[in-house]
């Protein structure tokens, strides 16, 4: 309290006022005093030698005793009297020896007397070796004029009286200002002390806690200014809450989206990076907040992106290629200016949309379709040949002509095949999970697999041995699927197999799981072929497979089948030794 800096202003002002305010009226107290003391003592001299005229009437009249009879008055009042002749000479003095005074004539107060009718004057006397204060009447008897009289006292009297009254003045000053010191530091401190308590809050306040309060209880402007503060806090706090809590909802809302969110100000210092942003661009969103964006990603494009939506000020969009991480992906970038209440420009924004997978679909579809169109024009090609032959050439041989038709009939059931499995695989992708699914012991499809398969594997000498669980092994499937699943596997096993090669199929139980091996001693798969023998239309040995009759789409309609039943396909190879091809496929669950 002692160190408030409003305490000490208020009260030097105080001080100040009330130090110029004393002294003025002290000095013109003191002033009026004085003049009213010596009207006073020129009135109390003048009552004097009034009385003392009655006196020196008598004197006039040769008092041989006036001498002593002046002495005496003038021992008992304290002041000197002097009767003077008309001619100046001394009559009497309560003082002094008249015989050896001067001649009194020429003494101003005595021709002030004579000209004035009194005479009052401050000056040293040679006989009493004083400053005195004399004051002199004429005296008259019947109209005759007899001589004067004159009354003095002493200045040092005089100063007293005076003194006295200045010291009186100068305590009542000094005890008022007192007085009013310790009054007006209790007023000033009766101000300070609420507005210094208030000012630690409004500072406590600029540093973000608005849980304090001011505890006055007062009546009047300050009482009003600290309801308002208190009010104030309250609301501020309440605002902030609801702005905290709107910013946290923003950030969860930002945080999880799928698109990567990046903001930059005016200088391009990122002031906003969602988590996406940070995964797209391989960058931290805590350490790479207020980086510059060239100094957080390496993607000159999107800097150059951000640089054209601040310096244009206009709305932006690229396809971006983004080598952050060990895949590059690619990005659609939209970005835009931002701008504050007053329509000034703030900085820039961008949504980040990883397209890297929509763009490795449209690929894949692009590719289909180029595939299907190839695989279709084959055949079609074919027959259109083998037809346009039979047409145009009109000596053909029977022999020749049966030949030819027989070629165009297995190149249309080439055709037939592949859009079979087109149908099949464009049903197992629409329909996915929703195959029928009904209870089903897979040890039924896999030996009726078996049967079909018999007669191809006999023909190429190739020895097809099965083993099954006795007990069944129910999965809920869908039964068309997964024969043809089997079938596709052991048609393949046979026909990349060797000459006098094995085929073995294995059902077991594997935990929750039904597993069904296919295995083969054929000619194996190199392990970089491995994963992309399941794309659609691939094929290690286009020519073998074509002739083998193959589409390239088998494997493809295995893995669809797996998928849709909650269940995968792999494989392990070794080339020149053989491959074993596995579904894994759950359990129906008995609990
Ligand atoms: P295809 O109709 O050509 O057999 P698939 O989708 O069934 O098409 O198989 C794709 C490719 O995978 C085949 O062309 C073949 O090169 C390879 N392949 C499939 N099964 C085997 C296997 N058991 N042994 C070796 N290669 C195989």
Redesign the pocket.
Known sequence: MLRSRILWKLFSGYVVLILLSTVIVGILVSRQVEDETLVEIEQSLDVRATLLRAVALESFSSDTKIQKRIQTLGLNTNTRFTIINPDGTVVADSEEDPTTMDNHANRPEILAARSHGHGITTRFSNTVDKEMMYYALPVEKEGVFQGYVRTSLPLSVIDDRLSHVRTTVFFSMAMSILVALILGFIVARGFAKPLTAMTAIAESMSGGNYNQRVSIDRKDEIGSLAKALNKMARSSHERLETIALDNNKLLAILSGMVEGVVAVDKSETIIHLNEAAARILGISSQEDVHRRIWEATHSQELCQVFSVALNEETEIRRKLKIVASSTDQIVEVHASPFRDAGGELVGAVAILYDVSELERLETIRRDFVANVSHELKTPITAIRGLVETLIDDEGISPENHRIFLTKTMNQTLRLSTIVTDLLALSRLESVGLDLIRAPLDLREVVTASMQVLLPVSEDKNIIIKSHVPDEPVEVLGDREALFQSVN?LLD??I???SEKGAVTVHLQIDGENAVINVR?T????EPL?QHR?FERF????KA??RQ?G???????IVKHTALAHGGQLSVE?IPGTG?T?QISIPLIKTS
Request: aromatic share 10%.
């Open positions: 596709n393949n096993a026909k990349y197999n083969d054929g000619i194996g798969i072929e023998i691939y094929r290690v040995d073998r497979s083998l193959g589409t390239g789409l088998g494997l493809s190879s491959s091809f």
